[in-house]
Nanobody, 124 residues
Framework: QVQLVESGGGLVQPGGSLRLSCAASGRTFSSCAMGWFRQAPGKEREFVAG????????YYSDSVKGRFTISRDNAKNTVYLQMNSLKPEDTAVYYC?????????????????WGQGTQVTVSS
């Protein structure tokens, strides 16, 4: 079992920044690939970013590439999502997810554990 708790969401103006955190407990965090997903009202949950077990490789959706950065600290059992140059279309509930097979994939179905989500609202 892996328990995930996200934090750091909130209201920010367009062009602003936020850093999301996801604290993990339970199963060895460092054995899991991690992903960030988001879900806007009326839309399907979509992949935002992913990171391999060691943090050596990262992956991003085209919509956030160059603006968002995923990172992890295995000593602190935490994964982060630094979000810069935020746009209104980034407004969504953001979820972190753990993949126990250690593979970063964009599909929701391949992730084994999910956090409860944190709301990010980008608005002036």
């Amino acid at each position: 079992q892996v328990q995930l708790v996200e934090s750091g969401g909130g209201l920010v103006q367009p062009g602003g920044s936020l850093r999301l955190s996801c604290a993990a407990s339970g199963r060895t965090f460092s054995s899991c690939a991690m992903g960030w997903f988001r879900q806007a009202p009326g839309k399907e949950r979509e992949f935002v970013a992913g990171i391999t077990r060691s943090g050596g490789n990262t992956y991003y959706s085209d919509s956030v590439k160059g603006r968002f950065t995923i990172s992890r600290d295995n000593a602190k059992n935490t994964v982060y999502l630094q979000m810069n140059s935020l746009k209104p279309e980034d407004t969504a509930v953001y979820y972190c997810a753990a993949q126990t097979r250690g593979l970063v994939v964009a599909s929701v179905a391949f992730y084994d554990y999910w956090g409860q989500g944190t709301q990010v609202t980008v608005s002036s």
